[in-house]
């Protein structure tokens, strides 16, 4: 079955450019996870959606940040303008919530962002 | 007090030793309890699920201390292949992971 997956994998952009991030989660999985790592602040979540919904976006870190959901198999996540300070590896995770049962986030593989 | 904590360790130990890492939570209302691993330049991968009773998977044992609001994962003869930061996640209203607590295997 194939993963959580994330596009780009690597992307190096000067500040001041738009960026987007892409990921397809598991197919069946209804919850959508984004998450921002460095090594400064570990691994922090962004936003979270259920069902194509937006559920909580309180990690976005300001305006400058949009993530969208438009169908159950494609997430976005935008930077506009992005700043050096928003390098860092952003993962894209989805699990599937079923009954009384919460399960386990599978993540993709990451996209590194650079901004120079 | 922050919502997930863990020791950021690292946790330096010898081929074979028995290691043990405890991860608090803060939300007494938490209900599904997770040890996630991770490699350098990796993502997140799943290693075991946290059960009330405790669980086992091999090497690994997982156990939730809910009166004390904590769950630990002990490994036993480990390996050199187990070096990596080791995270737990907590699901309580939202997943919150822990900083990660990093452990070095040495030859």
Known sequence: ?116 | RKEVEQDPGPFNVPEGATVAFNCTYSNSASQSFFWYRQDCRKEPKLLMSVYSSGNEDGRFTAQLNRASQYISLLIRDSKLSDSATYLCAIYGQNFVFGPGTRLSVLP
């Open chain 1, 1 to 116: 079955d194939a993963g959580v997956i994330q596009s780009p994998r690597h992307e190096v952009t000067e500040m001041g450019q738009e960026v987007t991030l892409r990921c397809k989660p598991i197919s069946g999985h209804d919850y959508l996870f984004w998450y921002r790592q460095t090594m400064m602040r570990g691994l922090e979540l962004l936003i979270y959606f259920n069902n194509n919904v937006p559920i909580d976006d309180s990690g976005m870190p300001e305006d400058r940040f949009s993530a969208k959901m438009p169908n159950a198999s494609f997430s976005t996540l935008k930077i506009q303008p992005s700043e050096p300070r928003d390098s860092a590896v952003y993962f894209c995770a989805s699990s599937d919530k079923s009954g009384y049962s919460n399960q386990p986030q599978h993540f993709g593989d990451g996209t590194r962002l650079s901004i120079l």
